[in-house]
């Protein structure tokens, strides 16, 4: 069920991280924009000859044939997967965005109003990606009426939104600017030859895209995260797919390099269109900077191996799970990777990588995977920093499939808008599978802007074939609690009978505290399992079972929250400005620091019994560097111990002599217990 929430007073419009306040050079009419072309270049010397000439009309009509005669690859820029836009709606000026429910925008269209009380609505209106929608209806019948909307649509854009209009607040952010530049760039080519885009049309539209362009090209430098990469990527379209302009090949320089430096990191699961610019460059021969396609190619990768069984990305950060298999198939063609096309299928064709789970250090994600299959088990945790814009306190959260079926989830984000109190609470570490203290959130908005891809928390990762492990640090504090750290440690067993994880989190600081370990699940109902544990109740298929050991040094208190808003807890957001009720699982204990919670997570079969789970101190190892629990499944039980200093040592495991600082000790129901991993 979907749940509405009521409306909020609209916070001020977000300024951009990257505006230098420039100003917009003065518009240019149809005829000024022949200046600002290359005329030198071969195939504009008719242009030239009849600008020479003075004979404008003609040089525009003879610019237009240019444009439909020229080799061009177009037709890149996705239509918004977000957006329920019909071509028809959107010639009679009807929107949807992120899936809200539709409005009509007026005639003219009122590009500047807030509609729906949301101003994310009003730039998504500004960024024109529904004329993608467009372009692709007009590709496919060439329907008049959506060329003719279009040009409408362009047209009255141009002259409503000059950039000195104080009430173009949304058309003139940067962000919109650069996505909209991006598409202009793609649908102009898709439309060149339509009857109702003129001359004159065209004329326009170039001078407004030049115009545009030229206000962006100082704001874009080389930034990280998803903003600063939005401004390179629609710089670098322009400079791409038109360069007839006399600043092309600044522009792609410009953007291209921005991009190589931005995107360090492995990428970013929202903007895997990012690679389609440098796609058009090779296609349409144009060059680039030097590491820009290995950059991008790196990036994808990102994307391909983050993905979880069911196709989506994990949606850390303030993010949407988002499905983009068509766009990892098309770019595992374009860079000849047919490791992509084996993931993104499930392992039916392509060619299998090398390894299953992995790291991707820059971006501090981590991945423990045992299979591609759709009905892997899977676990992605972010280590990451705070970042520099739309950020989650969510450190050391995570998401989880257990065979194949996302169980544990990151909520989301609802909307944008920081003065909604569901927006607000999901942004908070008590949203996310993570540990709050005193119930205080983390606090890293005290370090905004700390995108430092070097400066990552150290983080242990051993990954073998039979198991993987982690190990992540928070050290920014909890609010009201600003010295306590977080240590947070990850044991996965890779075991064909009976995989599962091992989670201990170490709280240091000073003190007595409240520690609170967290659980989202995704909707549906969970159910007791044992003294401590649930586990969910699908009766098909699979589940996952909690369970914390019932002897637990610390004694905890479990609790459920669904739905609540006092005190805010388990709420998910899939969609924009939707969200529904889902069980949260919260263990509480108060215990003076440092302090450790331990707790197994199980992926089960269908009408499998969740194991019974125990503590088994083994002598001389401190319980707060050292993990040692028992799981019985009831026909074997399983004793692991984990020494995190990992420092090898002579000691005996469940009556078996072992020096690894990993140990798991399988003991049959009529056998002899032995060692299944040693490391």
Not at 20 to 39: G, Q, T, V, W
Not at 87 to 99: A, C, K, L, N, T
Not at 425 to 453: C, E, I, K
């Amino acid at each position: 069920m979907t749940v509405p929430f009521p409306g909020r007073p609209l916070a001020a419009a977000p300024a951009s991280p990257f505006s230098d306040a420039a100003r917009a050079p003065a518009p240019l009419s149809i005829n000024e924009i022949l200046d600002h072309l290359d005329l030198d270049q071969p195939l504009l010397v008719r242009v030239r000859t009849l600008v020479a000439r003075e004979d404008f009309a003609s040089a525009r009509a003879a610019l237009r044939d240019h444009f439909v005669q020229r080799p061009v690859r177009a037709g890149f820029w996705p239509e918004d997967p977000r957006s329920a836009l019909a071509p028809d709606d959107i010639v009679q000026h009807v929107f949807s965005f992120y899936g809200s429910q539709p409005f009509d925008a007026g005639t003219p269209i009122r590009w500047n109003d807030v509609f729906l009380n949301d101003r994310e609505i009003t730039y998504a209106l500004n960024r024109h990606q529904h004329l993608a929608t467009l372009a692709a209806a007009y590709r496919a019948t060439k329907n008049p009426r959506y060329a003719q909307a279009f040009v409408d649509q362009v047209r009255d854009w141009i002259r409503a939104n000059p950039p000195e209009a104080d009430q173009a607040w949304a058309a003139w952010r940067n962000l919109e600017v650069a996505t909209r530049i991006g598409v202009w760039s793609d649908v102009f080519f898709q439309f060149a030859a339509a009857p109702a885009f003129t001359p004159d049309d065209q004329a326009l539209m170039l001078a407004s895209l030049r115009q545009q362009t030229a206000w962006l090209a100082p704001q874009v430098r080389e930034a990280g995260g998803d903003w600063g990469i939005s401004l390179a990527t629609g710089l670098a379209a322009v400079g791409v797919l038109f360069p007839e302009f006399k600043e092309a090949a600044a522009w792609r320089g410009r953007g291209g390099n921005a991009l190589v430096g931005a995107l360090r990191a492995e990428g970013n699961a929202s903007l895997l269109s990012f690679w389609l610019p440098f796609k058009l460059a090779v296609e349409n021969r144009v060059g680039v900077p030097e590491g820009y396609g290995a950059t991008l190619e790196r990036m994808c990768a990102y994307q391909a191996y983050l993905r979880r069984p069911d196709g989506k990305h994990p949606a850390f950060n303030a993010s949407d799970p988002a499905d983009l298999r068509p766009l990892l198939l098309a770019a595992g063609r374009f860079f000849h990777r047919p490791d992509f096309e084996y993931i993104v299928t499930n392992g039916r064709s392509g060619a299998a990588p090398t390894s299953t789970s992995c790291a991707f250090r820059e971006s501090g994600v981590y991945v423990m995977r045992d299979g591609w299959g759709a009905d892997a088990n899977y676990l992605a945790i972010d280590a990451g920093p705070y970042g520099t814009a739309y950020q989650h306190e969510d450190k050391l959260g995570f998401e989880l499939a257990a065979r194949g079926r996302t169980v544990l989830v990151d909520p989301g984000r609802y909307s944008l808008d920081a003065s909604d109190p569901l927006t607000d609470y999901l942004a908070r570490a008590q949203a996310h599978n993570t540990v709050v203290v005193d119930g205080g959130s983390q606090m890293r908005a005290r370090f905004m802007g700390s995108w430092r891809p070097a400066g990552n928390d150290p983080v242990t990762w051993i990954s073998r074939p039979g198991f993987d492990y982690f190990a992540g640090a928070y050290a920014n504090g909890y609010e009201g609690a600003p010295e306590v750290r977080h240590v947070r440690r990850v044991f996965f067993l890779k075991d064909k009978r009976q995989p599962y994880w091992i989670l201990s989190d170490l709280v240091s600081g000073e003190g007595n505290r409240r520690v609170s370990s967290r659980f989202q699940f995704g909707p549906g109902a969970i159910e007791p399992a044992g003294a401590l544990g649930y586990v969910t109740n699908a009766a098909a298929g699979s589940n996952l079972a909690v369970c914390p050991p019932e002897n637990a040094a610390t004694s905890l208190a479990a609790s459920i929250l669904t739905g609540s808003r006092d005190p805010w807890g388990g709420w998910v957001s899939f969609e924009y400005r939707q969200a529904e009720p889902a069980p949260q699982l919260v263990y509480d204990c108060r215990t003076s620091l440092p302090a450790t919670l331990h707790c197994a997570l199980v992926p089960l079969a269908a009408g499998a019994r969740p194991p019974a789970v125990r503590a088994a101190p083994v002598a001389r190892a401190d319980p707060n560097e050292n993990t040692s629990l028992e799981l019985d499944f009831g026909d074997f039980r399983d004793t692991v111990f984990l020494a995190h200093d990992r420092r090898p040592a002579d000691r005996t495991i469940a009556g078996v002599r072992t020096k690894g600082s990993f140990a798991v000790v399988r003991t049959p129901k009529a056998g002899q217990p032995g060692l299944i991993l040693d490391f």
